[in-house]
């Protein structure tokens, strides 16, 4: 299973909504992805690296150990407010809620998807997960 997959069925489970899984990936793709129809965590992990509060959170997420967990308010805040109300009204939840399933699922989905680290390696290492944050900064 893939990890849109996964973060689908962990999203549908957390949401208790009952949606067609290819909805709740294209809508989670369409949330988190390339504009491909592919999950773009790298970018993720990117943008929270740079975003200052949320580096060492998505440090935890990547590395071994413990995750540390992100609000609702930081996953609207990192997302936008109009992105998450967007993903809310497609798979059918209010935006509070999507916030609130999205803190609990994304943390889950990094650890995952950095699990090895392909993740990492795809952002060009540690290094170039903050060489990224510095060019969203600039």
Known sequence: MDIL??????LSEKLGVAIDPQT?????????????GNLDLA??????????DLGSVVSSW??????????????????GDSKVSEFAGTVGTDASSAA???????PQLMD????????????GGLDGLMGAAKSFLS
């Open 5 to 10: 997959a996964i973060g689908a069925k962990l």
């Open 24 to 36: 709740m990936q294209s809508a989670l793709s369409t949330l988190l992805g390339d504009g491909q």
């Open 43 to 52: 970018g993720l992990a990117s943008k929270m690296a740079a975003s200052g």
């Open 62 to 79: 990547l590395g071994d150990g413990g995750n540390a967990p992100i609000s609702a308010e930081g996953v609207m805040s990192l997302l």
């Open 100 to 106: 609130s399933g999205l803190a609990e699922v994304l």
């Open 112 to 123: 995952n998807a950095s699990s090895g680290g392909s993740l990492l390696e795809a952002a």
